[in-house]
């Protein structure tokens, strides 16, 4: 079986039971990406455990090689929601759902398989939280560009570094030691496609491992016949058309409910208050590229939307729910921000400190969507557009550890 190709590993992972990669030690070795599991997390996790594999193959070809797992960090039934990712792997990689492993995957192998213990390379996070700091028992590895939070200091590789995304550290390492480039070229479209959308098509916090890796995929897409929505004038590779086709994909949300629009990009945590760690509140943050006028508008009004946040609160058991908004507004062409918050009515006391901390920061400005804000509902246009979740999320640590 082909093994020089994405698709080709997964394929060779699927054919085998769960055992086979278990070892003597009853240890399984996976790679998962953050919570969120947007464009760059999943392409993150497929990319670093295809080129796991391929080193060591190089290392020793023979059947003794145990591969990394490619874990996508959500449930099964979320994936539908990114369509972004269902995009590239169903039309660039004839990739099915039934080739991939979801959150659900994990706990079904620590059922089946008595006192197994989970070794994970995270890649685009450096910390685990949730589910995950239950169901994985050792980090082994990191590769991220979020902040760097000082954990796993032992681990090996531990790359932390400020880029547009994720994928072009992992790319830079792995090709430094991988030789045989042909095969790695198949993930490229994925990888080019990841660092696309997180720069905004290299508009956008572009940093220098990002221009490094983007050399390399360039001279290998110029040099070989990756066909890859191409030019039909010139038959070469058309990056604008490419960067296009994957936004339109990820800004697709049509049919989907308020819920659905939440969890499509979404992150939980669990933040202490004050420098103690008696008390704690969980907050979860979805994102969309759309405004919340537009959301009021296609879900019948704000009152609809407010409620329907509340029930995704008490679903999760979350003390606050956020909802950032990114777009580019028609009017004046400018790129926006905003910034929805819905409370529990047990900390509107905190939740008002916590606004109040991150309004400098952050530039908050009540919206003029209404005339005031409803209890425990709170809406803002944010003016520091250069601050995303990656961003965001520091900052309300911080915040709430001073209080």
């Not at 670093?48 to 996508?72: G, H, M, T």
């Not at 059922?111 to 197994?116: G, K, M, P, S, W």
């Not at 090996?156 to 994928?167: A, D, E, L, Q, W």
């Amino acid at each position: 079986m082909s093994v020089n190709t994405l698709r080709g590993f997964l394929e060779l992972l699927k054919s085998k039971p769960i055992k086979s990669f278990v070892t003597p030690l009853t240890r399984l070795s996976i790679v998962c990406g953050n919570e969120s599991a947007d464009f760059d997390s999943v392409s993150s996790a497929l990319s670093y455990a295809y080129f796991d594999y391929l080193y060591k193959l190089e290392l020793d070809n023979n059947s003794l090689i145990i591969p990394l797992l490619p874990v996508i960090n959500i449930p099964r039934d979320d994936l539908k929601l990114r369509k972004d990712i269902t995009f590239m792997l169903e039309r660039e990689y004839s990739i099915s759902e039934d080739l991939l492993y979801f959150h659900e995957d994990l706990i079904k192998w620590r059922e089946e398989i008595h006192d197994l213990k989970i070794n994970a390379v995270i890649v685009d996070h450096n910390e685990l939280v949730n589910e995950s700091k239950k169901l994985i028992d050792s980090v082994v590895g990191i590769i991220d560009h979020h902040e760097d939070l000082g954990l796993y200091k032992e681990v090996t590789p531990r790359i932390i570094k400020v880029t547009g995304s994720c994928t072009s550290l992992i790319y830079n390492y792995w090709n430094d030691m991988i030789k045989d480039k042909i095969a790695m070229k198949d993930m490229i479209k994925f990888m080019y496609g990841a660092v696309l959308l997180d720069t905004s098509n290299f508009k956008h916090k572009v940093e220098e491992p990002d221009r490094e890796a983007l050399k390399s995929y360039q001279t290998e897409l110029e040099s070989s016949n990756i066909n890859i929505l191409s030019n039909n004038d010139t038959n070469s590779f058309d990056q604008e058309k490419f960067f296009k086709s994957l936004k339109k994909a990820k800004k697709d949300i049509k049919g989907l409910s308020v819920r659905d629009i939440i969890r499509k990009d979404y992150k939980q945590f669990e933040f202490n208050v004050g420098s103690s760690n008696d008390r704690s509140v969980a907050i979860g943050i979805g994102s969309m590229v759309k405004s919340l006028k537009w959301l009021y508008k296609e879900y019948n009004g704000v009152e609809t939307f407010r409620e329907e946040c509340e029930k995704f609160r008490e679903e999760f058991n979350l003390d606050v729910v956020i909802v950032m908004s990114s777009f580019n507004d028609k009017q004046n062409g400018t790129f926006m921000r905003e910034m929805a918050l819905v409370s529990s009515p047990e900390i509107s006391e905190l939740i008002l400190k916590l606004i109040k901390g991150m309004a400098p920061i952050l530039q908050l400005t009540p919206h003029n969507y209404h005339d005031e804000h409803t209890a425990h509902c709170y809406e803002f246009k944010q003016l520091n557009v250069e601050a995303s979740r990656k961003q965001v999320v520091p900052c309300i640590k911080r915040v709430l550890e001073q209080l």
